[in-house]
């Protein structure tokens, strides 16, 4: 259990830098640069082997009775939003610029439409699932072709959001708005990732 946790709170810190690149490069005025370094994240997260609910999640859909990988897929969730969280909140604390930037971004999200909020996850999840499962076939070009799509798109990313919430610290963080947008986002991801297995009827014997 220490080593998955250990891998996921690693994930964690590679999403929240991920996040600070991508703020820092739309304050600047070069999105595109943020979207396209932020796949150095997820790439990473993929080649070293660590533990990321949205990389994770899908693979319930072809192991849906083992309960192991399931509680598995939870406690990485859980260790994922945490370290996500305090990262931002020391982001905000420390780097005015990009909690300012954050400040910005979380709130176009949170006070859209909750129809956005499922449909967006719900692609997300999707594209984490193609990314992780080309990569697990070779094709990591997938990698940094899905990440600039979601982050182009707006789409929400639950891991992202959580350092995004944290780094934008203040009255709405522990809303219940907040609360219900934060849930929705983490199910429709789940239910994104499982969508691509459920519906191509790749039951794989195990997950890495």
Same mark, same amino acid.
């Given at each position: 259990?220490?080593?998955?946790?250990?891998?996921?709170?690693?994930?964690?810190?590679?999403?929240?830098?991920? @996040?600070?690149?991508?703020?820092?490069?739309?304050? *600047?005025?070069?999105?595109?640069?943020?979207?396209?370094?932020?796949?150095?994240?997820?790439?990473?997260?993929?080649?070293?082997?660590?533990?990321?609910?949205?990389?994770?999640?899908?693979?319930?859909?072809?192991?849906? $009775?083992?309960?192991?990988?399931?509680?598995?897929?939870?406690?990485?969730?859980?260790?994922?939003? *945490?370290?996500?969280?305090?990262?931002?909140?020391?982001?905000?604390?420390?780097?005015?610029?990009?909690?300012?930037?954050?400040?910005?971004?979380?709130?176009?999200?949170?006070?859209?439409?909750?129809?956005?909020?499922?449909?967006?996850?719900?692609?997300?999840?999707?594209?984490?699932?193609?990314?992780?499962?080309?990569?697990? $076939?070779?094709?990591?070009?997938?990698?940094? +072709?899905?990440?600039?799509?979601?982050?182009?798109? @707006?789409?929400?990313?639950?891991?992202?959001?959580?350092?995004?919430?944290?780094?934008?610290?203040?009255?709405?963080?522990?809303? +219940?708005?907040?609360?219900?947008?934060?849930?929705?986002?983490?199910?429709?991801?789940?239910?994104?990732?499982?969508?691509?297995?459920?519906?191509?009827?790749?039951?794989?014997?195990? *997950?890495?």
């Amino acid at each position: 259990m220490l080593e998955d946790i250990k891998k996921s709170a690693l994930s964690g810190i590679l999403i929240s830098i991920g @996040g600070c690149v991508l703020l820092a490069s739309t304050k *600047a005025g070069y999105m595109w640069a943020g979207a396209l370094l932020f796949s150095l994240g997820l790439f990473a997260i993929c080649e070293y082997g660590f533990n990321l609910y949205t990389g994770k999640v899908g693979y319930i859909a072809c192991y849906f $009775r083992n309960w192991r990988y399931i509680l598995h897929v939870l406690l990485i969730l859980a260790v994922n939003l *945490a370290v996500t969280f305090i990262m931002g909140c020391l982001v905000s604390l420390c780097l005015p610029d990009i909690a300012e930037s954050a400040r910005d971004s979380y709130a176009a999200k949170l006070f859209a439409q909750p129809q956005k909020w499922v449909l967006s996850s719900i692609l997300c999840g999707m594209l984490m699932f193609l990314a992780v499962d080309l990569w697990k $076939r070779g094709k990591i070009i997938g990698v940094f +072709l899905c990440v600039p799509v979601f982050i182009f798109c @707006g789409f929400d990313h639950s891991i992202a959001n959580s350092f995004y919430n944290g780094a934008a610290l203040g009255e709405q963080t522990f809303s +219940l708005r907040n609360v219900l947008f934060v849930t929705i986002v983490i199910l429709g991801n789940a239910l994104g990732g499982m969508l691509i297995p459920m519906l191509t009827r790749k039951w794989r014997r195990d *997950a890495e």
